[in-house]
């Protein structure tokens, strides 16, 4: 098989998807690119907690470069038995995977809670405030409300795209960090027919 082809796509997967966390993170920082918003504090406070560039982002490159370099494993594990070492290899991954599931399900959070409470903005009464804090959500529906913000420009749009884009990917990680405990535990379980079929096969 295949456990370690598995795991090595999966790893290659979250490298794309923790760089385009780390981009949306940043990105949020700069409403319309301008950055005076950010040096005044004037960003949703879950901007701060640094979800798509720590828990997206930088976390997951851990289990990324461990589920990569499963495939060329030529550890000679326990008493230079290759089968075995193969086979630890495997179950090791699922510890990095369990690294990654927090970190993505840290993202997935922090992203959800920013959707929820919207930006902080500059309102019609001239007062920087959390607009929609006390909407629950329901200003996402009703797109018409989102003018109540007056500044920055189009923040609310800015703000709902990027942690909607954070909140995907970070499903996405989660998801195929999951999916690698099942291959980690499968390869580590069935690892010794797998890799025994292998070497008929050369």
Not at 42 to 61: A, E, P
Not at 84 to 109: D, P, T
Not at 127 to 156: I, M, R
Not at 164 to 178: N, P, Y
Request: some cysteine; glycine content about 12%; aromatic content about 12%.
């Amino acid at each position: 098989m295949c456990y370690g082809k598995c795991a090595r796509c999966i790893g290659h997967s979250l490298v794309w998807l923790a760089i385009l966390c780390i981009v949306a993170n940043i990105l949020l920082y700069f409403p319309n690119g301008e950055t005076k918003y950010a040096s005044e504090n004037h960003l949703s406070r879950f901007v701060w907690f640094f979800s798509g560039i720590v828990g997206g982002g930088l976390l997951m490159f851990l289990p990324a470069f461990v589920f990569i370099g499963l495939e060329e494993d030529d550890c000679c594990g326990c008493c230079g038995h290759e089968n075995c070492g193969k086979r630890c290899a495997m179950f090791s991954s699922v510890l990095a995977a369990l690294i990654g599931i927090a970190g993505s399900g840290y993202c997935v959070i922090v992203a959800a809670l920013g959707l929820a409470e919207g930006p902080q903005c500059l309102d019609s009464s001239g007062h920087w405030n959390y607009t929609f804090a006390n909407t629950d959500g329901q200003y996402l529906l009703d797109t018409s409300t989102w003018s109540q913000c007056t500044e920055p420009k189009h923040v609310v749009e800015w703000n709902v795209s990027l942690f909607s884009i954070l909140l995907a990917l970070g499903g996405i990680e989660f998801i195929l960090c999951l999916v690698q405990v099942i291959n980690g535990v499968m390869g580590g379980i069935c690892g010794y027919c797998c890799f025994r079929q292998q070497r008929y096969d050369c």
